[in-house]
């Protein structure tokens, strides 16, 4: 299996601040689906904007495809799903799919692509009547519009229902199935778990391979309580001695693995405000795995 993508040695700094990237290595294989993760700030668009040529790094080399990734070549060749602001309001969707089609030498054939990216039932609607979903599988159509070796799907399922969400997950598997290359960035792991052959960890300026997705998976299937209350941690701690728990002021955090005990003994004994409930996001989960692995 051919490399798709190398990077040897890379480091980026802007304006000479600490480095953001530092003496980075990593190869993405042909016909892969990656999914990278690390906490805020880590540097995961600097670095995909590096992959692709939209920066240049301060040191190190970067091959896609073989080119240099600012080339014409790896332009026709390489599509990216980024976090778009937006596109002009009263465009049709088919208008959009022609207009990017046409900046392409060999683009994918536009019924093929509607069909991917389950565009048909709404061609005739403009960009201000889409939900969001349906915003992000126009934005998906367009990374894909030029039949590409390599994409990079940034968010790609934010906004979308559950629905929608299977059917991207589809399109992932079908452009493997086609031999092409998928940098994908999510927050939820079970996506990342669904789709990618290989989780990457951006942290301190390296990018290494997760090879123990079980067990963060594990960790994930943690939920997370918050909520806002008088009380003291203390005697939160003397009611609940096995819970995992981080307080800041009046702000307090629990990480369970049985969400219904906890919160079921929480309102029994105590008076909170504020309350939400929700699983950890996927840099959450890798942050306390690593922090577990520390202490």
Request: glycine residues 6%; charged residues 20%.
């Amino acid at each position: 299996m051919s490399n798709a993508i190398e990077l040897s040695n890379i480091s980026f700094a802007y304006n000479n601040t600490k480095p953001i990237l530092a003496d980075l290595n990593l190869t993405l294989e042909q016909g892969k689906v990656y999914s990278i993760l690390g906490p805020n700030g880590a540097g995961k668009t600097t670095l995909i904007n590096i992959m692709l040529g939209r920066l240049r790094p301060t040191s190190g080399r970067v091959s896609v495809l073989g080119h240099q990734p600012e080339s014409d070549f790896c332009r026709q060749r390489v599509g990216a799903m980024m976090q778009l602001g937006g596109l002009p309001l009263q465009t049709k969707v088919d208008e959009f799919l022609a207009l990017f089609a046409s900046y392409h030498q060999t683009p994918i054939p536009l019924e093929r692509l509607i069909s991917l990216c389950q565009l048909a039932p709404f061609l005739e609607q403009t960009f201000d009547t889409l939900s969001g979903g349906q915003k992000q599988r126009l934005f998906m159509a367009i990374a894909l519009a030029g039949n590409p070796n390599i994409v990079f799907l940034d968010e790609p399922s934010v906004g979308m229902d559950v629905e929608s969400r299977q059917q991207l997950w589809q399109a992932v598997r079908t452009l493997k199935q086609q031999n092409k290359t998928v940098l994908l960035t999510t927050h939820y792991l079970h996506e990342a778990e669904a789709l990618a052959d290989e989780l990457l960890v951006l942290k301190e300026g390296k990018c290494t391979k997760l090879n123990d997705i079980p067990e963060l998976a594990n960790t994930y299937r943690r939920s997370q309580i918050k909520f806002t209350s008088d009380l003291s941690a203390a005697a939160l701690v003397n009611a609940l001695p096995m819970i995992d728990l981080n307080v800041k002021g009046d702000q307090f955090t629990i990480l369970t693995d049985e969400p219904n005990h906890i919160l079921q003994q929480l309102l029994e004994k105590f008076s909170i405000r504020n309350l939400y409930v929700a699983p950890m996001s996927l840099e959450e989960a890798y942050l306390s795995l690593m922090n577990a692995r520390s202490a």
